[in-house]
């Protein structure tokens, strides 16, 4: 399938540019727009692996942007640097929320986006802003993460988290302890949310990502690459997104 790719400039508060990266079916038009994902990108930004899931999103027939909720188009490749600016990030989860909220709606008004079937995905540090999006009563009715932070901005209440979830999670993540899967269950069942979880055999956080043993080496952080699981986890969330958005 043959797609298009641009730069969505978003506005936030204080006047900084959201430079999220959107991809989509070269046949969606306002006659004919089809379902939409927001993709929140890992700590590193919107760069290469964010920019290749909305492309392959495009390709299997969705509308898809890659966030920039950093602004200004900021991405790095060193952690020490990616971990600051997330704390500046999770330092003020309501201006972050904003900026989603920000995102979504000027995604969801393109003309080749049906704003009435949205799904978010979320990778690491994305998978926290997916849910979050979800806890906030955004109006996405998919959710899904890969090796994602499932840590609450504020836990999900009944009625306000109406999104259905898919998470995909890796046994050997250090970073995301089976704890905080079982916590997130708990969570979702108190909130009466549909949610699955799979856990992939000798996968580590950031197993979707072909660059994390690269990432790992140069930042002495425990990340890794799964083709398996990586497989996996895409190929059940294409047909879960397709499920509840198409």
Known sequence: MSIKTYELPSIADGGIELRSYVALPESASEDDPVAGILV????????????????RLAKAGFAAVAMDVYGEGKLTTDAAQANEWMEQMLADQDML?????????????QMAVNADKLGVIGFCFGGKIALDMAREGMPVKAVATFHGNLSPKQPAEKGTFTAEV????GADDSMVTMDAVEDFKKEMDNADVTYTVDVYDNAKHGFTNPNADKRAEENDVDLGYNEK??????????????????
């Open 40 to 55: 929140a990108p890992e700590w590193w930004g919107v760069v290469e692996h964010p920019r290749e899931v909305t492309e």
């Open 97 to 109: 929320m904003a900026r989603c909220q920000q995102i979504l709606s000027d995604f969801s008004d």
């Open 166 to 169: 898919l998470v995909a999670h």
């Open 229 to 246: 699981a990586t497989k996996e986890s895409w190929d059940k969330m294409v047909k879960f997104m397709e499920d509840k958005l198409k």
